[in-house]
């Protein structure tokens, strides 16, 4: 085997003398290398061929066997092929084929794929063939394109965090900068190649929220820290940056590199300086503003929207409504979390639509001596005089709810929502002062009953008893001024009568006792009664109905009928037509009675307090026609507690018509 001495490591890698192998030889060489390898003799027939040649274009190893060359080539390279195997054959040497040609094979199924080949010659006794060792390139290939791609994707990142606003700069291990953006360069005025190496917060002079030691350590333990610092820029002016640092560690967790990204934000700082300085400004007026309103002896608050949420409010209207209304709570929530209730000047609950306070910021009214009783959350009533001012929304008050100032949560609601300012003054003892009097009136008319009923009982007598001839016969004034007597005392005992009713609703000490009655007996009954003292009026009732049954105080409605029936007497001094009418209303249910008359109306200004106690329009004191002011408002009520209704129209010198409501069974 001296022959196979010249196949071994003796042989330099690149010698061009060809190895001398025995065929044993070169089956165990094709079996144990992992190259593809090809033997070729000098015709192009394929010797013999490994299993990864084989595989490499998709064959059987059997199916090299013997076979040409070329078929394992793409078809245009054929001719090539063969001159350069020939030539090859004529100086066999190591070497890659095709230096500097891309090269290709062929596989079975006809697809070609790039190849890198080398050739070694070898002799297999004396016959030269050549060794071709065959490399699969196009794996290599794509991974060269993938690198280059993945190169220029590199190269535009690069680009792009130079076009950053931001300063970008990436420090090594000891804090020398490895890395400067563009918008580094134009945030602190140092060129890349003035900053490459410097100490990053040496060259800055950064100024640490706390310490540089701090903020090294939050990022060996976090590998992240935000925060804010100051820098100094080249020219020495002060920049205030937003950083945002991130550790970059090597495979083996060792930091390698620091990250830093800052953003400037001098500009944000002052602005937010500035706000706070007006923020602070505001705080101290608000506060100077709050003692003012605290010293003040009425009840003041603002609100604004409209669900009146509270803006500001002094220390007496805590006391006022016994409990503490939040800022920004509406008025609503507040009353109904402590259950503090709103009544009229009567005692009546008031819509919440009703409240001074929401008539300002709802409509912007004006409203001015409203009253108003506070019912507190511990049972206690405090009478009010209300008056609240819409204000006019672009008003220096407005920096209140600036988005710094102090009230910044309520800038969501817009600039234009409504304000408004109110007062309570208590008016307590003024209501006191009424009640005494209320209280006197009932105790003097209470007093008067009973010598009013002697004196009027006496003088019926003597008129009735003079007038069946018992006793002296009377002279005619005598006989007058006893039927003066007894009219004067018959408009006394009225008077007292309502004197004492209008006490006892005050009080809330009117009882009804209410049963079934037919309301169109009732009426048509009164109307009778009426039609006998009076030749002057003439009265008529219309209705369709022969019986309407409301449940009511009887004697309760016969002195509401008795009052609408006297006053269309009283006040059409000329008498003519009194018409009744007698309705069925559906929405609500009720019954309605109508009294009309042509007398000298209620004149327009006036219509609003008619049912007030004690008021009496103009024209009915100029006309001499005698009466309190009681009857309408006794009236109302009594209806009103029946759950009904009383109202009117009226045309001044043309005539009234009085309407009643009362809820059917
Ligand atoms: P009084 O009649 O005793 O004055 P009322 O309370 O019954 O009291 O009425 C109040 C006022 O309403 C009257 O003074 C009068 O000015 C006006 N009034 C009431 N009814 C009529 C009517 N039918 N026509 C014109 N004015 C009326």
């Not at 005050?506 to 009426?530: E, F, I, K, W």
């Not at 026609?625 to 009857?631: F, N």
Request: hydrophobic residues 40%; charged residues 25%; negative net charge.
């Amino acid at each position: 085997m001296a022959d196979s001495r010249q196949f071994d490591t003796s042989m330099p890698p690149h010698s061009s003398s060809a190895l001398r192998v025995t065929s044993t030889e070169l089956i165990h060489l094709l079996d144990i290398s992992p190259d593809a390898l090809l033997i070729v003799d000098r015709e192009g027939t394929m010797v013999m061929a490994n299993e990864q040649a084989a595989a490499q274009f998709g064959y059987r190893r059997e199916e090299l066997q013997q076979q040409p060359l070329e078929m394992l080539l793409p078809e245009h390279l054929h001719a090539m092929h063969v001159a350069h195997r020939e030539h090859y054959f004529t100086t066999p040497r190591t070497r890659s084929m095709g230096a500097g040609l891309q090269l290709f094979g062929r596989h079975k199924d006809g697809t070609e794929f790039q190849v890198d080949i080398s050739l070694r010659p070898v002799l297999l006794g004396d016959e030269p063939l050549a060794i071709g060792a065959i490399r699969d390139m196009s794996v290599q290939r794509r991974a060269e394109r993938e690198r280059a791609q993945q190169a220029e994707q590199i190269r535009l990142q690069a680009e792009l965090i130079d076009l950053a606003h931001d300063a970008i700069f990436i420090r090594d291990s000891v804090s020398r900068v490895i890395f400067w953006n563009k918008g580094a360069e134009e945030l602190y005025g140092w060129t890349s190649q003035e900053a490459l190496g410097r100490i990053s917060h040496s060259l800055l002079k950064t100024r640490f929220p706390s310490s540089l030691a701090e903020v090294d350590a939050h990022l060996e333990r976090i590998g992240r820290w935000d925060g804010e610092l100051t820098h100094t820029r080249r020219d020495g002016s002060l920049v205030v940056v937003e950083s945002r640092q991130v550790l970059v560690c090597d495979v083996l967790g060792h930091a390698t590199t620091m990250l830093e990204i800052n953003r400037d934000i001098t500009e944000r700082r002052r602005l937010e300086l500035a706000a706070q300085v007006v923020h602070d400004e505001t705080v101290a007026r608000l506060a100077f503003l709050q003692q003012i309103l605290d010293a003040l002896p009425s009840s003041v608050y603002l609100v604004f929207g409209a669900d009146a949420r509270l803006l500001l409010a002094n220390r007496a209207a805590v006391s006022a409504w016994g409990a503490a209304w939040h800022i920004d709570q509406p008025m609503q929530e507040f009353l109904a979390t402590h259950g503090i209730r709103i009544f009229d000047a009567q005692g009546r609950p008031l819509a919440l639509t009703d409240l001074a306070t929401l008539r300002a910021v709802q409509e912007g009214e004006t409203v001015l001596h409203h009253q108003e009783i506070i019912r507190r959350p511990n049972g206690s009533s405090l009478a009010v005089l209300v008056n609240a001012v819409a204000l006019d929304s672009s008003q220096e008050w407005q920096a209140l709810r600036q988005p710094t100032g102090p009230l910044a949560q309520h800038t969501q609601h817009a600039d234009t929502e409504s304000v408004a300012l109110v007062v309570h003054q208590d008016v307590s003892a003024l209501k006191e002062a009424e009640y005494l009097k209320d209280e006197f009136i009932g105790v003097a008319a209470h007093e008067l009953r009973n010598p009013l009923a002697v004196l009027k009982g006496f003088a019926e007598m003597l008129v009735y008893q003079t007038a069946r001839g018992k006793g002296a016969q009377l002279a005619p004034w005598q006989r007058e001024a006893l039927e003066e007597i007894d009219t004067a005392t018959s408009r006394l005992d009225k008077l007292t009568e309502d004197l004492l009713d209008v006490t006892r609703l005050q009080a809330g000490r009117l009882v009804l006792s209410r049963s079934p009655n037919d309301l169109v007996a009732l009426t048509r009954h009164m109307v009778t009664q009426r039609q006998m003292t009076t030749r002057q009026h003439t009265f008529s009732l219309d209705t369709a109905h022969t019986s309407l049954v409301v449940e009511v105080d009887r004697a309760r409605i016969e002195q509401v009928l008795t009052n609408l029936l006297s006053n269309a007497i009283k006040y059409s001094p000329q008498g003519g037509p009194i018409e009744l009418a007698i309705r069925e209303e559906v929405e609500p249910h009720a019954a309605l009675v109508s009294i009309r008359d042509r007398g000298i109306g209620i004149p327009v200004g006036q219509q609003a307090h008619i049912f007030g106690r004690f008021v009496r329009a103009e024209n009915a004191r100029a006309s001499e026609i005698t009466g309190t002011g009681l009857g309408l408002f006794l009236s109302r009520e009594l209806v009103e507690r029946h759950g009904g209704r009383l109202w009117f129209e009226s045309t001044e010198g043309v005539g009234s018509t009085f309407f009643m409501a009362l809820p059917l069974l």
